[in-house]
């Protein structure tokens, strides 16, 4: 599904920010990418649907990305940023969520199907002709969520999705996220929602994987989780 070769990245200013990044991740598995601040989790994730292209290869479903396939890969790879405003700039959530639909150019009647579909898998469809900016935060996460699976992805990309999220509004997010049955690829200092969401965790620590193992191996190893900076 998702094969990550030998991936490097530097900042602008020469900064290295990946270095030697190995993985392959399994159609349906859920993965949890962890790691300190500054440890290469978010620039890890832009590199998975081309938002972000560095040294060696990501490929999905054997196709590797680069300038020509780059569209197409979106399609299959769905992000969703932390700030969920980054996402949301239409006029109401359900033109927001059907913005992707139809930059593909998909049918009217198609659009329309899949705008409802995602709307109801995050439980938002009565937020439909709302206007962004009167959702609660937990509301515009759903709904960022949302835009991106109207595109019907066969992996989910999630940077921090719980992050300032209050108690109830990070239960009701796992609970939709749990439910989804797509590839989840999600970095997050949220170990609870990992435990509860992730089978698998990779840590990245300066840029480099230091772990890859089941979660529940890593979160027990409180040495590991103390040296990367995780507790």
Do not use: W
């Not at 300038?67 to 969703?80: E, L, M, N, S, W």
């Not at 230091?210 to 507790?231: H, K, M, S």
């Amino acid at each position: 599904m998702l094969d990550v070769r030998d991936l490097g990245y530097s900042y602008p200013d020469g900064t290295p920010a990946l270095a030697g990044i190995s993985l392959r991740i399994a159609a349906g598995e859920r993965v949890a990418i962890l790691g300190a601040n500054g440890a290469g989790k978010s620039t890890l994730l832009l590199h998975l649907n081309g938002l972000l292209s560095g040294s060696g290869s990501v490929s999905v479903d054997g196709v590797r990305v680069a300038a020509a396939t780059v569209a197409g890969i979106r399609q299959r790879v769905g992000f969703v940023f932390q700030d969920p405003d980054d996402q949301l700039f239409c006029s109401s959530v359900g033109e927001d969520v059907a913005f992707g639909p139809r930059q593909a150019r998909l049918p009217e009647a198609e659009v329309r199907e899949r705008t409802a579909e995602a709307l109801a898998t995050m439980g938002i469809s009565d937020l439909a002709h709302r206007h962004p900016h009167q959702l609660s935060l937990g509301q515009k996460k759903r709904a960022a969520i949302a835009t991106a699976l109207a595109m019907r992805p066969a992996v989910l990309v999630l940077d921090e999705p719980s992050a300032s999220l209050d108690p109830r509004m990070r239960r009701e997010l796992i609970a939709y996220l749990a439910a989804l049955s797509c590839t989840l690829v999600v970095a997050s200092h949220d170990l609870a929602l990992v435990r509860e969401l992730c089978g698998r965790a990779v840590i990245l620590d300066a840029g480099r994987i230091a772990a890859d193992a089941p979660t529940q191996a890593i979160l027990a190893d409180a040495a590991l989780l103390a040296r990367t900076g995780l507790v």
